[in-house]
């Protein structure tokens, strides 16, 4: 009984849009809306039924079927296919499954001029969109967006709900962070059924989102929510994506330990099936952490294993350059190498231009060669940098260096007025997570 009433459903969501489905089979066929009428109705008739401002009656539908060689059983199998192959490719594109992806978005494009006459057209435009922000394809996500601006006002609720989730990841490609959190905050709130691979998608959005504004608890709390559905869904890539926000978030919120359990995880799954691609970015927030916990031996390994897998003069190359560098420093461990890699870390921010590098160099040697002239430099150069940078966290570790420094040589004076721009600093971090 309840496939009886799903069939009849169906044609009768197919009858709303017959018009255009048998001016699709006619055009293809060559017909002129005169062939196609002659003997059944009027031509201005059928021009009605092709226009959908007049819905036929079963018997014209059929004849006008018959003539083309077709049957309506054979129009409702081909949109069920159409709905499956797009319910497909949108979860090929959740999977991040790209043989799939590619493959069924080929099958979709050979059937384009159909779906255009059918009711997933808006489904069909939604789902481009979606395409090219997966590829990053700044060029096609904005002929996408022209067209949907074009059919948006025949959207139905779900599909309005989707398009609102689709911008937001379009702002957070576009780093307009805080309309991007506005975005899938309402597209969750929504009470359609979206189900649960929307929602898992919609909350890693949101994590990377909170990431980026350096809002870290937020951040922890929706990498866990999409972890969670992308375990119980066995969506192993989304799972290391998530994984790789909590082990930052940790990390940014000195749970270390926490961070570190993450990071072995994260380490050996990216090494054995994402080692072109995930692998080097995991072994340098693996290495900071090692950092930050002291462990300046595994830290320094960590970094010098990443620097060989990073492209040259990246940011990432960088990143990892600076680690060792750190590390080394720490060991007092300066050789040749040492200063060889300086030089290296210096060419790389000569490249990527916004000094970061520049001053971070020039304080290590600095630091390295006198203590006191090191701090000087970081008090006049690096840390005021770093603030305009706004690399808060950066900053603040910076801050405690100098505090230490002049704890040590007993200057109490110097170390409460940098111990006050500390707590200025604290919560100017907090002020841009709200």
Known sequence: MLQTNTVLIEIEVLFMNIGSIIKYYRTKKGLTQTDLAEGIC?????????????????????????????????????????????????????????????QLYQELLEKEDYILTSEYVNLYHLYKLRYCLFHWDHQGVQESLKMIQKIKNTFDPVEKN???????????????YEEGLKAVHEFLNNPLPIGGMWVAEASYILSHLYTSINDNEAALTFSKKAYDVYVAESNFTRQVHSQMILGISYMRLSLYSEALTVYKSLLRNTRMFFKATLYPGVLINYARCLYLVKDYTKAKKAADEAIELSEPFSYAYGTS?????????????????????????????????NKYFYHHSN????????QPAGIKYAVKYLYPHLLKLQSF????????????????????????????????????ERRSNE
């Open 363 to 370: 304080f290590l040697e600095k630091y390295e060669f006198s």
């Open 393 to 428: 966290s950066d900053a603040l570790e910076v801050l405690e260096m100098i505090i230490d420094y002049y704890e040590s040589i007993g200057d109490v004076e110097k170390v409460n007025h940098y111990y006050s721009q500390w707590r200025k600093l604290i919560s100017k």
């Open 162 to 176: 989707i398009l609102l989730f689709f911008r937001g990841f379009y702002h957070s490609m576009n780093e307009k």
């Open 42 to 102: 009027s031509i201005s008739h059928l021009s009605k039924i092709e226009t959908n401002m007049y819905t036929a009656n079963e018997e014209t539908v059929n004849l006008l079927l018959s003539k083309l060689g077709l049957k309506l059983q054979d129009i409702t199998g081909d949109l069920r296919e159409i709905r499956d192959t797009l319910e497909a490719f949108m979860h090929a594109i959740c999977m991040h499954d790209r043989e799939s992806i590619e």
């Open 321 to 353: 350059l600076l680690i060792w560098l750190e590390s080394k420093v720490k060991l007092n461990d300066i050789d040749k190498s040492w200063h060889s890699r300086m030089r290296l870390l210096k060419e790389t921010d000569a490249i990527i231009g």
